[in-house]
């Protein structure tokens, strides 16, 4: 479980390439979004809830797609 966890915050930190086509491709433009005003980072469950609220539109295999890119 912490290796997973260690991804996920990896991939938000220093998103690659392909992570951030895919933060694009749905409407997230800067992983700021994912820090608090202080710059320290939002809560796994309120980071979940962003991704969430910016991929409710799409069908299963494109959400999948997108969690993908983003996390590996």
């Known amino acids: 479980a912490g ?3 260690r991804k996920i915050i990896t991939s938000l930190a220093a998103p ?3 992570a951030m086509g895919a933060l694009n ?9 994912f820090k608090t005003a202080n710059g320290n980072f939002k809560t796994l ?5 962003i991704i969430e609220e910016h ?4 069908g299963g295999a ?3 797609r997108i969690f993908k890119n983003i996390f590996g």
């Open 3 to 5: 290796t997973g966890l």
């Open 16 to 18: 690659t390439n392909s």
């Open 25 to 33: 491709g749905i409407g997230i433009k800067s992983t700021k979004i």
């Open 45 to 49: 469950p309120a980071i979940f809830k």
């Open 55 to 58: 991929t409710k539109k799409l």
């Open 62 to 64: 494109d959400t999948a």
